[in-house]
């Protein structure tokens, strides 16, 4: 099975509401919701390819907390994914254009239970609810 690392990115706004992001019809995990980010590229930092993957799919620039909030395995069809996932806050005001994503929310920890999660996300929402954003 082929192994993919990825890194996801848990927006937090000002009023502490998680930006959410559903993917497209026509693409893998069609239609669930997902916290935004990508493929590591070979040379990557975890932290430079969320960067890179925010600036393309969304249009935004962000800082990025360095350390990982929760890492998860999930096994699909295409291959087994290793997600880690980030806390990250919007710099220069900037506010998330959406290029690959059909929908966003901006929900409270509590709403985001709500939603249809890729596999792989619900681990980082699980803790999410549990812990909420932790802040040292």
Request: aromatic residues 8%.
């Amino acid at each position: 099975m082929k192994k993919i690392m990825v890194v996801g990115a848990i927006i937090v706004d000002n009023n502490n509401k998680i930006f959410c992001a559903q993917r497209g019809p026509g693409r893998t995990l069609e239609n669930l919701w997902e916290f935004p980010g990508g493929k590591i590229e070979e040379g990557e930092t975890d932290i430079q390819a969320l960067k890179r993957e925010l600036a393309e799919e969304l249009k935004v620039s962000v800082l990025v907390k360095e350390i990982v909030f929760e890492r998860t395995q999930f096994e699909y069809d295409f291959g087994i994914v290793n997600l880690s996932t980030f806390i990250c806050y919007l710099q220069n005001e900037d506010q998330p254009i959406l290029s690959e994503h059909i929908a966003s929310k901006w929900l409270s920890i509590k709403e985001l239970e709500t939603l249809n999660w890729a596999p792989a996300d619900k681990p980082t929402v699980k803790k999410l609810m549990k812990t909420g954003v932790l802040y040292d």
